[in-house]
């Protein structure tokens, strides 16, 4: 079961928002057939994009991240609701590239650090609110980082992760974003920071030990809180009447063209494995005046 756990410092001083986003990450690689350097970079956005859109207020808000580092993956877009469940896909799922010397799949080379990591928050109302930064590593985590600090100035630590078996399912996938409010010294950020260093990777955490584990440890002698929990899951929201909506672009005689063709239109959502077949009793449906 995927979970986001949320915990405070007793001094209210640290936040920190948590996730084990397995199952989802393992459902992406499934619908997107990805390889693993793209299930790590996809999987990693995916935690981030949950985290951060479980933070937003109201039930329809919803946050859309999209990575564009001019790598072999291509862009990256994963969008989140409110909750935190997501979905999402990478341009190019099927790449693949030698491992880094360390034995680690490079996710910075397969996404590139040529280009801008996006976030756009839409609140429901009125025009969506964006902010971009330019990219670190083309690692992801530490694009995040630096996004929270320039685009949002708060000191963020982030760690995001995804441990990919040899059969290439996925194994762990996770991470955390702990911030630093209003009010916390230097002293809490060095305590922070050794923190982080101290627990290591994210993924052998999630191995070991729950999501709840890897928050109250980051947040190691802050008398830390459990805030609260919140099941995700890899949800998509596409339907017929969507589908229809964006085949209004496709001109008519196209419509028509393919219609003839095969006696049917079949359309996939990006985001999920579905697919959503028109046939010529749809006819009236698809093609309007
Ligand atoms: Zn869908």
Redesign the pocket.
């Given at each position: 079961m995927d979970k986001i756990v949320r915990a405070l410092s007793k001094d209210g001083l640290v936040k920190i928002s948590a996730v084990d986003l397995r199952d989802a990450v393992e459902r992406a690689r499934n619908i997107h057939r990805t390889l693993p350097v793209v299930t790590a970079a996809l999987g990693r956005t995916m935690c981030a994009a949950s985290m951060m859109g479980n933070a937003l207020k109201d039930a329809g808000d919803s946050l859309t991240v999209r990575i564009n580092g001019g790598g072999p993956v291509g862009t990256i877009l994963v969008v989140s609701d409110s909750r935190g469940n997501v979905?999402g896909y990478a341009q190019n799922p099927q790449i693949d590239l030698p491992l880094r010397p360390d034995g680690k799949l490079d996710v910075g080379r397969a996404v590139g650090r040529d280009g801008m990591l996006t976030v756009i928050r839409d609140l429901g109302f009125g025009e969506p609110v964006s902010g971009a930064t330019q990219l670190v590593s083309g690692e992801i985590a530490e694009d995040f980082a630096r996004y929270f600090v320039e685009s949002e100035q708060v000191p963020t630590a982030c760690a995001l992760g995804v441990l990919v078996d040899r059969d290439q399912h996925v194994l762990a996938a996770g991470g955390y974003i702990a911030q630093l409010l209003p009010g916390a010294g230097e002293d809490t950020a060095a305590r922070l920071e050794e923190n982080v260093r101290k627990a290591g990777p994210v993924t052998a955490q999630l191995m070991s030990g729950t999501v709840e584990d890897v928050a109250l440890r980051i947040l190691e002698g802050f008398e830390p809180e459990l805030v609260e929990t919140d099941e995700v899951t890899y949800r998509?929201n596409?339907s017929r009447e969507r589908v229809l909506a964006a085949l209004s672009g496709v001109s008519r005689e196209d419509l028509n063209n393919m219609l003839h063709e095969d006696g049917q239109i079949e359309v996939k959502?990006r985001?999920?494995d579905?697919a959503y077949v028109f046939t010529d009793a749809d006819r009236e449906l698809l093609i309007k005046d």
């Open positions: 979905r998509c596409c959502c985001f999920c579905k």
